[in-house]
C-alpha cells in the first residue's frame, strides 16, 4: 500500500522524451509497464497489455497513433493533450492506470484466454488494494472474454471488482476503426460524467 506521505509528493514527470529505436521496440516482448496507480482515485484505466512501443518506452499508451491521451482531453479529464511521458500527472487528477494482462506482444490477439481470465482476477485484487471509484476496461473484446460476459457493450457494467464500479470504453488503439476520435470522447466523457458527477465543460 502507497503511504499517506508518498500521496501527497509530487509526481516525477519525464522531461526528456527519446523514442526507442526499431530494434528495442522488437527486444520489449515480454516486458512490462509498472502500473500508475495509488489508493482511491477516481478513476482507473485498464488497457488490454503493453504493446512493444509502450514496453520499449516504459510509459503507457505510448506509441504514436494510440488516441487514449486525445480521447481523455477531448472528454476533460485533462486541461490539454499529455504526452505518456507525462503520465504522472492523471494521479493529480484523480486517475492511474494498469493492464489486464501485463506482459508486452506485438498485437493483444496474441494473448490466451486464459491470460485474459487471469488478468480479470489480477484486476480484482488490484481494485481490492487500492480501491478505485471506477475500473475502466480499454477494449470490449477483451472485456467480454476475461469476464466471460459475451453480451456486455460500452459503458457501465453491472458488477463490481470489489469495492470499484465496472466500466467499458472502446479501444483507443489506432487500429481500431470502429471508433473514430469522436467516438471515444463521447465514451469517456460519460465516464467523466459518472465518476465526478458533474460536466466540466
Not at 29 to 53: E, H, M, S, W
Not at 57 to 76: E, M, S, V
Not at 122 to 150: C, D, K, Q, S
Request: glycine share 8%; charged share 20%; proline share 8%.
Amino acid at each position: 500500500m502507497v503511504s499517506p506521505s508518498s500521496r501527497r509528493s509530487t509526481p516525477r514527470v519525464v522531461r526528456e522524451i527519446r523514442h526507442p529505436t526499431r530494434a528495442e521496440v522488437s527486444a520489449a516482448a515480454g516486458k512490462t509497464v509498472p502500473d500508475l496507480i495509488r489508493p482511491q482515485l477516481k478513476v482507473v484505466f485498464c488497457g488490454i497489455n503493453p504493446g512493444l512501443y509502450s514496453a520499449a518506452t516504459g510509459h503507457h499508451f505510448a506509441r504514436p497513433g494510440n488516441r487514449f491521451w486525445r480521447a481523455l482531453h477531448a472528454a476533460a479529464f485533462t486541461e490539454r493533450v499529455l504526452s505518456p511521458w507525462e503520465e504522472q500527472l492523471l494521479l493529480e487528477r484523480g486517475c492511474g492506470i494498469t493492464n489486464l494482462v501485463p506482459r508486452a506482444t506485438a498485437s493483444a490477439a496474441e494473448l490466451a484466454p486464459e491470460e485474459l481470465g487471469a488478468g480479470r482476477r489480477r484486476l480484482e485484487r488490484t481494485a481490492h488494494r487500492y480501491a478505485p471509484r471506477w475500473v475502466a476496461v480499454l477494449g470490449i473484446g477483451a472485456y467480454r472474454e476475461a469476464f466471460a460476459h459475451p453480451a456486455a457493450g460500452i459503458g457501465p457494467q453491472p458488477e463490481r471488482l470489489g469495492p470499484s464500479r465496472l466500466w467499458v470504453l472502446p479501444n483507443p488503439s489506432g487500429l481500431n476503426a470502429n471508433h473514430q476520435l469522436a467516438d471515444l470522447a463521447r465514451a469517456f466523457r460519460r465516464l467523466r460524467t459518472a465518476a465526478w458527477g458533474v460536466r466540466r465543460r
